[in-house]
């Protein structure tokens, strides 16, 4: 499956975004899905993950509460809606898909990868 993280940009601190995670080649359905993201210097990150009918949903520590998580089988699209954005929340944003029983917050839990879409969050 081939997925594309598209919707990054410049944005104020306190302001929203949504990303969004194409796919192609396959579909989305049959996949968990998860958004990780990868700041200057730092180690690629968990933020988000669905389950592939979005009935399960986990988020990491430092958005819970301002991100959301969805999916839209039909399109074979999910989504970010990120708001409250602070300037800790600028990086690389990168989607993935995966097939493990449980929706993962590691990287080895996931076997396809977009190519990132950066957000810059200004203070």
């Known amino acids: ?3 594309q993280a598209s ?3 410049l944005v ?3 302001g929203s975004l949504r990303l969004s995670c194409a796919a192609s080649g ?3 359905s049959n996949y968990n899905m ?3 993201r990868q700041a200057p ?3 690629r990150e968990f933020v988000a993950a669905s389950s592939w009918n979005g009935g399960n949903t986990r988020y990491a520590d430092s958005v819970e509460g301002r991100f959301t998580i969805s999916r839209d089988n039909a399109k074979n699209t999910v989504y970010l809606q990120m708001n409250s954005l602070k300037p800790e929340d600028t990086a ?3 989607c993935a898909a995966g097939r493990s029983l ?3 917050s590691t990287m080895n839990g996931y076997n396809y990868w977009g190519q990132g879409t950066l957000v810059t969050v200004s203070s």
């Open 92 to 94: 690389i944003y990168y």
């Open 102 to 104: 449980l929706i993962m």
């Open 1 to 3: 499956v081939q997925l």
């Open 41 to 43: 210097g730092k180690e």
């Open 34 to 36: 998860g958004w990780f």
């Open 12 to 14: 104020q601190a306190g």
């Open 7 to 9: 919707g990054g940009g």
């Open 26 to 28: 396959r579909t989305l």
